[in-house]
Nanobody
Framework: QVQLVESGGGLVQSGGSLRLSCAASGSIFSINAMAWYRQAPGKQRDLVAAISSGGSTNYSDSVKGRFTISRDNAKNVVYLRMNNLKPEDTAVYYC??????????????????WGKGTLVTVSS
């Protein structure tokens, strides 16, 4: 099994910054991609950003230029740096990880393993 634990969510004012972390543990040897998704009340869960083990990234248009995904492969941690936060960024943010077959990148679907989520609330 793979376990994903998110941290770093909280309440922040519009224009502020926040960094989310996701620590992966368990049978993670074959994991080659990690991602962040978010789900706002009444809306579907959508991709925010994804990163491959090789460093390729993919971002939602709504966060390009504001959010940055990165990873520390040695520590099995993926980060999401969120700058210039807006009220519409308010959502539960979920860490996602999995194994992508060759030629699958950029991946447009949720992968095998999910964290329980961390709430980000942006006030105006």
């Amino acid at each position: 099994q793979v376990q994903l634990v998110e941290s770093g969510g909280g309440l922040v004012q519009s224009g502020g910054s926040l960094r989310l972390s996701c620590a992966a543990s368990g049978s993670i040897f074959s994991i080659n991609a990690m991602a962040w998704y978010r789900q706002a009340p009444g809306k579907q869960r959508d991709l925010v950003a994804a990163i491959s083990s090789g460093g390729s990234t993919n971002y939602s248009d709504s966060v390009k230029g504001r959010f940055t995904i990165s990873r520390d492969n040695a520590k099995n941690v993926v980060y999401l740096r969120m700058n210039n936060l807006k009220p519409e960024d308010t959502a539960v943010y979920y860490c996602n990880a999995g194994v992508l077959p060759p030629g699958s990148w950029p991946w447009d679907y949720g992968m095998d393993y999910w964290g329980k989520g961390t709430l980000v609330t942006v006030s105006s």
